[in-house]
């Protein structure tokens, strides 16, 4: 079946910099995208959505980019601060119902 | 706070018996749904409820019951667990817009392990 996945499973960067996360998704009928936050010991927390019909979309500090050509989708977090650390899910929504994962990456900020 | 609570947050069992696990949220959503994290396997989705009465499969429901008699309650059965159900579940909920699910807000996650 199709699937959503990541390029790197680890990312570290240094607090301050700029953190850019990737998806790679299969799914070209996919036609909402999320990003989701996880912290040890927590459930994932909302961080980001983007429709397809857009393919920019900023919050605070965050923003998603969507490339429908080539079926990718980044996340991109300004001026990284210890509390980005965490693993980053990006997920696609399948038909009506059903949200799919990725495999996640882990987001380690340097001092 | 608007918040999705599962519990226990911890609960080790034995191998056969029966166990349920209880997830409410306080959001009036409409959606709510099970997923089970695993290391290298992400979360996959066990069973989904539209709304009072109405749930259906995910992609793992193979050993798990589901109910939803109140809208604000999906608690998670399993009969008669197995070793290979050792996971870390999550409950999560949103709401519907025009019969599509939005974004979903999780509960903390409940660590089962089966011996």
């Known amino acids: 079946g199709e699937s959503v996945g990541l390029h790197l499973p680890t990312l570290s960067v240094q607090e301050g910099d700029n953190s850019i996360i990737n998806c790679a998704y299969s799914n070209s009928a996919s036609d909402y995208f999320i990003w989701y936050k996880q912290e040890s010991g927590k459930g994932p927390q909302f961080i980001i959505d983007i429709r397809s019909n857009m393919d920019k979309r900023q919050g605070q500090r965050v923003t998603v980019l969507l490339n429908k050509t080539v079926k990718h989708l980044s996340l991109q977090i300004a001026a990284t601060q210890p509390g980005d650390s965490a693993v980053y899910f990006c997920?696609?929504?399948?038909?009506?119902?059903?949200?799919?994962f990725g495999q996640g990456t882990r987001l380690t900020i340097n001092p | 706070e608007a918040q999705v609570t599962q519990n226990p947050r911890y609960l080790i069992t034995v191998t056969g018996k029966k166990l349920t696990v209880t997830c409410s949220q306080n959001?009036?959503?409409?959606?709510m749904s099970w997923y089970r994290q695993d290391p290298g396997l992400g979360l996959r989705q066990i069973y989904y409820s539209m709304n009072v009465e109405v749930t259906d499969k995910g992609d793992v429901p193979e050993g798990y019951k589901v109910s939803r008699k109140e809208k604000r309650n999906f608690p998670l059965i399993l009969e008669s667990p197995s070793p290979n159900q050792t996971s870390l579940y999550f409950c999560?909920?949103?709401?519907?817009?025009?019969?599509?699910?939005?974004?979903?807000?999780f509960g903390s996650g409940t660590q089962l392990s089966v011996l």
């Open positions: 959001m009036n959503h409409e959606y």
């Open positions: 997920a696609e929504r399948e038909g009506a119902q059903k949200l799919v």
């Open positions: 999560a909920s949103s709401s519907l817009r025009d019969r599509v699910s939005e974004k979903l807000f």
